[in-house]
């Protein structure tokens, strides 16, 4: 084995390296390092892989045979200076700017965060999540509620797939609002094509960011892994579309797992597109989610963005009565007029409180005297 | 106040009285029937109304005060006559066919039920109740929802209305299913005067009940207090479609009052039908409801109509394959092929756990050895 070509004592060089020889998310790596450090725990690497030194017990001659076939032509300069070209930097735990977010993920944090853009959150944000087969009305639920995080000053944080991940960008950014988008793979090559122009404009706006350096391919394995990501960033995660079986409820598995709540949008029980959304509801305890006021309350501390209890509608005829003015002004007749006798039977209540409700009716408007009987107003 | 002009000791002639004279729910009769039976009761209600003894505390004088007025031309024979022409007939509690679940009600339980038609309730009978302004996904809803529980025997319990509650009904009578309509007002006035062609399949399928007795006007208060007898026939109440303030989440509140399970059905959040169902599951923890399955598990004892846990699915390429053999996949070249150290690097993998793992996975058809390297197959 031979030495590293670059400063392996240089810790921001070391923790790069190491989010190219562990493939996330690495719990022995992760451990390894919180407890070395990555300079540390990149030395001990060297040594043993190069069989200057013995691994110890079992489990971590495993582990270093996993990482040793990563040492080979590692120069984790050349994927650095793919970022800077790109205009992007690294984050690495601690950094100012880190997301405080992510060490919730304790040894599964990432090594290091290799990103294009500006902050990768802000104070607060959600994830938005869901299927990259959305319907025109899932994609428009998205877009809103991207919109409507957005105006609150969260970031929205989602993967950069077409269908769900790209409608909540979209959404965020028609406000100018800042939104994360977590790749798979590098973040030199913005995945699927087709979203390059929306990536760059997410990169613009917040961030487009990676666990993995430049020149990793985005594989199924490292979708599933980067979801605990999104997951983490978010203060809640979203699922707004999913079929039956669908990567997003992967995303709100992993949130549930750190404690975050989740939330899935509720949609037409015969529309597949939303099948996973009630299936999380159902199984997993999802609360339902219908509007940006109710996403800002799942991810609010308590007490803060508070949904309305009730909400404005057409006050009925029998609004703000009492039950005996209720059923009184419900016993008079459609048409024509009763005496007060024929409204207490018809009411079933006694003839002096009927009489008396009548009388406070009348000055309220909803009943009219005609002599000796009474009807309804006009 | 003169002497009744029936048998008023006929117990049966009574409690049809007490349906007459009592407004409900009305707790005051009801625990007053409880105490002394119906005969009795209204004995004592003659006496004290005619002034030839005092009702005692304040709070029945004041009930008497709302009974009395319709001692007036009391005469049940009347309504019983109405009953009957109409090929009806009367049930009281205890009486064979009585529906045991209007017990739970308590003080509030009917005096009677007036019934056109046959049995009331089989042996399980779920409420499948919502809008009037339904739309065409909520009636197909409430359709799909009557007809399949009908053809798992179990009785539909709605009310009369258009929109939900009639596409309920029209759904178990498409397969012969039986199906319970409870009305407002009296069962010798079929409303809506629209659903009467429904209203008399229903009653030749099930029943059509009331219990206020023939001539009773479908007023306000009759709805509400109405709901609580569909609640209560239904071993769990499933809400189709509802806007925000709905009848339909009355229904719902007296299930949950009885502890009897509520389901909603969810729709697109956009359509304001679909706004009280989502409340429902909201703020009063009602369970997502998207089929018949779910419907009878939600109704069902436990362990009876447990629905699958999972449903088909076509199978992935991943499935069924341990984490190992998932990276090692993973890992494989999308094109051509690679030799096991580099499957090894892409997987993070030791190379000896790869080669082993590739072996399983050629035998499984799932990798292909090209000489020294592996590719996926075909």
Do not use: K
């Given at each position: 084995?031979?030495?590293?070509?670059?400063?392996?004592?240089?810790?921001?060089?070391?923790?790069?390296?190491?989010?190219?020889?562990?493939?996330?998310?690495?719990?022995?790596?992760?451990?390894?390092?919180?407890?070395?450090?990555?300079?540390?725990?990149?030395?001990?690497?060297?040594?043993?892989?190069?069989?200057?030194?013995?691994?110890?017990?079992?489990?971590?001659?495993?582990?270093?045979?996993?990482?040793?076939?990563?040492?080979?032509?590692?120069?984790?300069?050349?994927?650095?200076?793919?970022?800077?070209?790109?205009?992007?930097?690294?984050?690495?735990?601690?950094?100012?700017?880190?997301?405080?977010?992510?060490?919730?993920?304790?040894?599964?944090?990432?090594?290091?965060?290799?990103?294009?853009?500006?902050?990768?959150?802000?104070?607060?944000?959600?994830?938005?999540?869901?299927?990259?087969?959305?319907?025109?009305?899932?994609?428009?639920?998205?877009?809103?509620?991207?919109?409507?995080?957005?105006?609150?000053?969260?970031?929205?944080?989602?993967?950069?797939?077409?269908?769900?991940?790209?409608?909540?960008?979209?959404?965020?950014?028609?406000?100018?609002?800042?939104?994360?988008?977590?790749?798979?793979?590098?973040?030199?090559?913005?995945?699927?094509?087709?979203?390059?122009?929306?990536?760059?404009?997410?990169?613009?706006?917040?961030?487009?960011?990676?666990?993995?350096?430049?020149?990793?391919?985005?594989?199924?394995?490292?979708?599933?892994?980067?979801?605990?990501?999104?997951?983490?960033?978010?203060?809640?995660?979203?699922?707004?579309?999913?079929?039956?079986?669908?990567?997003?409820?992967?995303?709100?598995?992993?949130?549930?797992?750190?404690?975050?709540?989740?939330?899935?949008?509720?949609?037409?029980?015969?529309s597949m597109a939303s099948a996973g959304c009630h299936r999380l509801m159902r199984e997993?305890?999802?609360?339902?989610?219908?509007?940006?006021?109710?996403?800002?309350?799942?991810?609010?501390?308590?007490?803060?963005?508070?949904?309305?209890?009730d909400r404005p509608a057409p006050p009925g005829l029998l609004d703000g009565l009492d039950?005996?003015?209720?059923?009184?002004?419900?016993?008079?007749?459609?048409?024509?007029?009763?005496?007060?006798?024929?409204?207490?039977?018809?009411?079933?209540?006694?003839?002096?409180?009927?009489?008396?409700?009548?009388?406070?009716?009348?000055?309220?408007?909803?009943?009219?005297?005609?002599?000796?009987?009474?009807?309804?107003?006009?």
């Open positions: 084995m031979p030495d590293l070509p670059f400063d392996a004592t240089d810790p921001r060089l070391a923790a790069a390296a190491w989010s190219r020889i562990a493939e996330p998310p690495d719990a022995a790596a992760g451990a390894l390092v919180e407890n070395l450090g990555a300079v540390e725990a990149l030395g001990w690497l060297t040594s043993v892989a190069g069989g200057r030194a013995s691994a110890g017990a079992q489990d971590w001659e495993r582990a270093v045979a996993g990482w040793a076939p990563r040492l080979e032509n590692l120069d984790i300069r050349r994927e650095l200076d793919t970022l800077h070209r790109l205009g992007g930097h690294l984050l690495l735990p601690g950094d100012p700017g880190w997301p405080a977010a992510l060490d919730d993920l304790g040894v599964e944090r990432p090594h290091a965060l290799w990103v294009r853009g500006g902050a990768v959150t802000g104070t607060r944000a959600v994830a938005v999540v869901g299927a990259r087969a959305a319907t025109t009305y899932g994609q428009t639920m998205a877009a809103e509620l991207g919109t409507g995080l957005a105006e609150a000053g969260v970031t929205v944080v989602s993967g950069g797939a077409y269908g769900i991940d790209a409608a909540a960008h979209r959404g965020a950014l028609t406000v100018d609002g800042v939104t994360t988008a977590v790749l798979a793979g590098g973040v030199d090559r913005l995945y699927p094509v087709g979203n390059t122009r929306l990536l760059n404009a997410v990169a613009a706006s917040g961030a487009v960011v990676s666990e993995v350096p430049p020149g990793s391919v985005p594989s199924r394995n490292r979708f599933l892994a980067r979801n605990r990501l999104i997951a983490a960033l978010g203060a809640a995660t979203v699922v707004v579309e999913a079929a039956w079986r669908s990567g997003a409820l992967s995303t709100a598995a992993r949130a549930a797992d750190l404690s975050r709540p989740v939330g899935a949008v509720p949609g037409p029980v015969t997993q305890g999802a609360v339902c989610v219908t509007d940006v006021a109710e996403v800002l309350e799942l991810a609010g501390a308590a007490g803060e963005h508070l949904t309305t209890p039950p005996v003015a209720r059923r009184v002004l419900d016993a008079l007749p459609a048409r024509g007029s009763a005496p007060v006798a024929n409204v207490a039977r018809a009411a079933g209540l006694p003839p002096a409180e009927v009489r008396a409700a009548l009388g406070n009716l009348e000055l309220e408007g909803r009943a009219r005297r005609t002599g000796s009987a009474w009807a309804r107003p006009r």
